[in-house]
């Protein structure tokens, strides 16, 4: 005769506090003191979940009631401080919860191998800025290219005044200053397939053995290395979550405030156009086709800030 699993419980009084460390379908593996429990779901949690594809991602602090066999069940997710998402893929608008409390978005794209996308850059730093989290772009591979020709391409986002850091698992260089960034943080490591961000964790921290691969010579995209969203405890102090390449970033309760916050370039031009419902591609005195002549604004940027519904 089969027994439910919460029929075992060694105390069914006292819940204990830890946090999520990763998911394995309808597992979780989750971080107690200094121990890993792998844990079901209460009932009321697999039902309850609100308009998301999980109720709990990498991340989540929750309370669990341990079972006899030394498994648990979670009982309860605490109140997040942050969360980083997206829109899941499919007609149904559902949110996909990528990591929880964290407070650093470390967005990671190579010089070259994959070719870089920076419309795809911009999205990235909408998400982040939509999380209410700081944000760090890291250039890797950048061995792989001419080193000044890199860092003009990326020019515009220093220019904005955002953080970038250039980087090689190879080389070494700005392996230390983004250990540095790194330190008693609680991060997310996001970005495209192929890049490098499993290699720089790899360089930084040897012990985690996180799994790499190699970029398509054909298509010159990443390919899926990192399966699932493990949040890893550093050895030098602070967390970090390192999440699959994303080939798409559909955003997920995204205003335009988060869009214009993510292009402090384009700011100072908006409501100084001759007419009060321009739409910034084609009108005679149009402020930002002016400063996109004039080399203030990065012509590409305003593309990129039109797309994702900027006005």
């Known amino acids: 005769m089969c027994t439910h699993p919460q029929e075992n419980r060694l105390n069914t009084d006292t819940l204990i506090v830890g946090t999520v460390v990763e998911n394995h379908g309808a597992l979780f593996d989750v971080l107690v003191d200094d121990r890993v429990v792998r844990c ?36 309860r997710v605490l109140p997040r401080q ?3 998402s997206r829109r899941a893929a499919g007609a149904e608008p559902l949110q996909q919860i990528l990591v929880a409390n964290v407070d650093q978005a470390v967005i990671v794209f190579a010089a070259a191998e994959p070719r870089p996308d920076l419309f795809m850059l911009d999205r990235f730093l909408v998400a982040a800025v939509a999380a209410g989290l700081e944000r760090l772009v890291v250039i890797n591979k950048a ?7 890199a860092r003009a391409q990326f020019a515009v986002y220093r ?18 200053p983004l250990k ?5 943080r609680r991060s997310v490591i996001c970005g495209p397939s192929g890049v490098g961000k499993s290699s720089l964790l790899n360089t930084i921290a040897p012990g985690l053995r996180l799994r790499v691969g190699d970029v398509g010579d054909i298509t010159h995209k990443g390919r899926h290395t990192t399966s699932s969203i493990a949040f890893l405890q550093l050895p030098f102090g602070g967390w970090v979550a390192d999440t699959p390449g994303l080939r798409q970033l559909g955003f997920w309760q995204v205003d335009p405030e988060h869009v214009l916050a993510a292009f402090p370039d384009v700011q100072p031009h908006l409501g100084r156009c001759h007419y009060s419902n321009c739409t910034h591609r084609h009108e005679q005195g149009c402020a930002l086709l002016a400063a996109v002549e004039s080399r203030e604004v990065d012509g590409r940027r305003l593309r990129s800030y039109l797309q994702m519904g900027g006005r």
């Open 40 to 75: 079901l779901l209460r009932g009321k949690l697999k039902k309850d979940k609100r308009r998301q594809v999980a109720p709990i991602a990498a991340g989540d602090r929750v309370e669990l009631a341990l079972l006899e066999d030394g498994r648990g069940v979670i009982e």
């Open 82 to 84: 942050s969360d980083l």
């Open 143 to 149: 061995d792989l290219v001419d080193g000044g020709l």
């Open 159 to 176: 220019q904005c005044g955002f953080r970038v850091l250039f980087t090689s698992a190879v080389s070494g260089e700005g392996v230390e």
């Open 180 to 184: 540095e960034a790194l330190t008693d």
